[in-house]
């Protein structure tokens, strides 16, 4: 699977995006190590903030059918400039694939960044899940 073939899928999902408010079109194509390929498109809602992103779309997709380590992920938008990924978009990255790769293009020109790079101070939980869901309140 090559860049531009990424690419190229998360043209094709962009395409059924549903985002009759913004009329902003996002795709996104992430490659799994497995080699599988997850597709998202951005789904608005009349709640705005209901509102699920392409990227985020595609990551959800994968984890519900076992998929946990990725490659990178690409994105398009119908404006047809970067579609640089959000910050919440940037933090779900980074729970995953911190290392991996985003792939953007302009006008027939691709770039790539990793997602530490887009994102360099990520939240991480460093908390015991343990501790915390034992403390005994009053
Ligand atoms: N959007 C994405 O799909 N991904 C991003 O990283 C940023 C924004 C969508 C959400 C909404 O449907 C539209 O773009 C305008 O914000």
Redesign the pocket.
Known sequence: MTEQELIAHAKQVMER???P??G???G?ALLAKSGAVYL?????NASYGA???????AISKAVSEGEREFCAIA?V?STGQK????G???QVMSEFFPDGNVILEEQGHMEVFSVRQLLPAAFSFKGDPEMSAGVMIG
């Not at 998202?40 to 608005?44: A, I």
């Not at 579609?83 to 959000?86: E, H, I, W």
């Open positions: 995006a549903y985002a408010y913004s902003f079109q996002v996104a998202g498109c951005n789904v608005e509102t699920i992103c392409a990227e985020r779309a994105i938008c579609a640089y990924p959000c919440i978009c940037l």
